[in-house]
């Protein structure tokens, strides 16, 4: 039985990347890899110069904290952050402290792992601006305030999660509810999502409801992918053991997580949140939520994955594996219900995904929404299948083509000369001389021995893979059992 339970919890900084603006200036939101090209007198902090609420970013938060059943405030404001932010040119930080989204009220998220449903309780969720970036050089440091004024969401947990994997799959969970929602991309390639994770140990014979009985908390600042994460708690985890097993202390401090060794390096004592000093924003006035504003919210929520993936299973019979696989990247799903809008089967649609399709994404590194073949061509070549023009082998070989090719799949298979061919009377001559020429076999196959696939094979062989595998098997059958 393990000694100490660790108890984590996140705080998950998301980019709401699908504003045109960002959310106190005019300057254009978006990721761009040019440096300092989205940037205003705002994001500066030239005199004179003030702030303007974003409205969308204000209403994609309000979303959020409706899908994580957070409350609503009656009142929305801002306050200043006031710790010294190098990478922000006015020298503190535009967020929410004493009045966040869940208002004193805590949220739930329910995510799955491994077939199991886990909940988290949600301690708030904040709009903020983001800060820009910082690329650190053996003598230098350069800025680059594209990213600075960035509507950014941080979502805070309770101490609800165990381990590393329970970290990883809320995570996931939420990077998809984001997506879904189509409040971000999410993507951490482009630094939209970062997080903070603060783990303790407590001695896992105690009860976990009493908060006297946990272990000191130990912050490790902005690890920038679900894989970093999960290798610093379980490092973490590791190292608190080893302090607390030799008689040590653990000491509440901030560390940051190392790639490139493995580990978490000590940065600084931790700071409590009454040293930010924070006071509401003058220049932002305090702003009324509409009860009619929050319903039109509420009501233009849309599916999320979990509601896809139980219609996936109840609606179309799909498997738990395969609808989980689907829903996971929202452009994959999204991908899928356009195949089936566009009269698709939706069995046949999510194998061509969960193999063939997926697979070559994989291999060839790019992204479905950058796939030749659209989810028209894809029903279009699966009902070439279904109407018997060509076998299930050669839509394969025509996928492949299409993809390399850039030709529509109709195109490519009158290119290729393909068709299958289902007629028995030229198919069964080619059976009967494959078996007179190989009655040893024969023998063979009665005694149980496998070789009913060599003699498939030479039918195909002699075809060129256009002969109807479920007609040569029962023409092959039908004349074995004459000899």
Avoid at 263 to 273: F, N, Q
Wanted: include cysteine; charged fraction near 30%; charge should be negative.
């Amino acid at each position: 039985m393990t000694k100490y339970k660790a108890l984590i919890g996140l705080e998950m900084h998301c980019e709401v990347s699908e504003t045109k603006t960002k959310v106190f200036s005019a300057a254009e939101n978006s990721y761009k890899e040019t440096p300092n090209c989205n940037v205003s007198p705002v994001d500066m902090a030239f005199p004179g110069t003030l702030p303007v609420v974003n409205k969308e970013a204000v209403r994609m938060a309000l979303m959020a904290s409706m899908i994580l059943k957070c409350s609503q405030p009656e009142y929305f404001y801002f306050e200043r952050k006031n710790y010294y932010y190098p990478d922000l040119p006015k020298g503190f930080q535009t967020t929410q402290e004493t009045k966040p989204i869940p208002s004193g009220i805590y949220g739930e998220v329910e995510y799955e792992l491994d077939g199991e449903i886990k909940k988290v309780r949600v301690n708030n969720l904040h709009l903020e601006e983001d800060a820009a970036s910082l690329d650190h050089y053996s003598r230098t440091s350069n800025i680059d305030y594209n990213r600075a004024g960035v509507p950014l969401l941080e979502l805070v947990t309770e101490p609800d999660l165990h381990s590393a994997d329970e970290a990883v799959a809320f995570l996931e969970h939420m990077r998809s509810i984001y997506q879904y929602a189509g409040i971000s991309e999410a993507d951490s390639k482009k630094g939209q999502i970062r997080c903070d994770v603060n783990i303790s140990l407590m001695d896992a014979s105690k009860d976990e409801k009493d908060s006297s009985n946990w272990g000191t908390r130990t912050e490790i600042k902005n690890v920038n992918s679900f894989g970093g994460v999960r290798d610093a708690i379980n490092y973490e985890i590791e190292r608190q053991t080893e302090i607390l097993e030799n008689g040590g202390v653990v000491e509440q401090e901030t560390r940051r997580w190392d790639e490139e060794s493995g580990t978490t390096i000590y940065m600084r004592s931790k700071v409590d949140a009454i040293d930010y000093k924070y006071f509401v924003e003058p220049n932002i006035p305090k702003f009324k939520i509409s009860q009619e504003w929050l319903d039109e919210i509420r009501a233009s929520i849309p599916e999320l994955a979990m509601d896809r993936k139980k219609k996936y299973i109840e609606e179309y019979g799909l498997s738990d594996y395969d609808a989980k696989i689907i829903v996971k990247d929202k452009k994959i799903s999204d991908y899928y219900e356009e195949a089936i809008v566009a009269g698709g089967n939706p069995k046949g649609a999510a194998n061509w995904l969960t193999s063939i399709i997926l697979g070559h994404l994989n291999k060839t590194e790019i992204e479905i929404t950058d796939l030749y073949l659209t989810p028209t061509m894809l029903v279009e070549l699966m009902k070439m299948v279904e109407d018997g023009k060509i076998s299930s082998k050669q839509s394969k070989d025509v996928f492949y083509k299409v993809c390399e090719e850039k030709k529509e799949p109709k195109a490519v298979v009158k290119a290729l000369g393909i068709t299958k061919i289902s007629d028995e009377n030229i198919l069964r001559p080619m059976v009967i001389e494959v078996l007179e020429a190989h009655l040893d076999l024969i023998e063979e196959h009665r005694k149980g021995r496998n070789v009913f696939d060599f003699f498939v094979g030479q039918i195909m062989k002699q075809t060129r893979g256009q002969a109807d595998p479920t007609l040569t098997a029962k023409l092959l059958n039908e004349e074995i059992s004459k000899r």
